[in-house]
């Protein structure tokens, strides 16, 4: 069975850091494209990150760009989100989702809290 | 960027009701969609993917069709545990994105 379990998320105050992690099982972690995806309170569903199978690429949404950084541990099963320079419109549930020609499996989430 | 326009934004359904959600994709992404539910409080679970291919476990009842630029979710004969917030996605590209959403309630 195909789990992803997040965690690190917490409150943060605007210009602060945090780095979150996703810890996978059930399935051959290093094959697989990852992501991240985020909902903002009482909001849609926004993409955010994505990093193909060995980390060599990575791709970004643009509100994010140069804050975050997705990174894989392969040997760990572990995917991550260095999020710095935080805002509150940050604000949200971040969810791990492993992809597979298009399909995405989703962890339960994690609620990041940006304020003062 | 692509755009996804998903409609209606929300509507109201009868158990035994049949449901239809459109997206559209402001490009061609092929058959590069797939389609979530969302309850309250809950993570997003998959429904379809690549436009028709329903995951695994997911009730007969459910289906996808389209290619290109629009692109339907249907749900034949509408169940209590239906209602709940449905969502498109395109992974056709960078960056991915999702439609609006539409909010199926109870009448």
């Known amino acids: 069975e195909v789990q992803l379990a997040e965690s690190g998320g917490g409150l943060v105050q605007p210009g602060g850091s945090l780095r979150l992690s996703c810890a996978t099982s059930?399935?051959?972690?290093?094959?697989?494209?990852m992501n991240w995806l985020r909902q903002a309170p009482g909001k849609g569903l926004e993409w955010v990150a994505t990093i193909l199978q060995d980390g060599s690429e990575k791709h970004y949404v643009d509100s994010v760009k140069g804050r975050f950084t997705v990174s894989r541990d392969n040997a760990k099963n572990s995917l991550y989100l260095q999020m710095n320079s935080l805002r509150a419109e940050d604000t949200a549930v971040y969810y791990c989702a492993r992809e597979d020609w298009g399909r995405f499996d989703w962890g339960q989430g994690t609620l990041v809290t940006v304020s003062s | 960027d692509i755009q996804m326009t998903q409609s209606p934004s929300s509507l109201s359904a009868s158990v035994g009701d049949r449901v239809t959600i459109t997206c559209r994709a402001s490009q061609d992404i092929r058959n590069d969609l797939s389609w979530y539910h969302q309850k309250p409080g809950k993570a997003p679970k998959g429904l379809i993917y690549?436009?028709?291919t329903l995951q695994s476990g997911v009730p007969s009842r459910f289906s996808g069709s389209g290619s290109g630029t629009e692109f339907t979710l249907t749900i034949s004969s509408l169940q209590p545990e239906d209602f709940a917030t449905y969502y498109c996605?395109?992974?056709?590209?960078?960056?991915?994105?999702f439609g609006q959403g539409t909010r199926v309630e109870i009448k």
């Open positions: 996605l395109h992974s056709h590209g960078f960056p991915r994105t």
């Open positions: 059930g399935f051959t972690f290093s094959t697989y494209w």
């Open positions: 690549a436009t028709s």
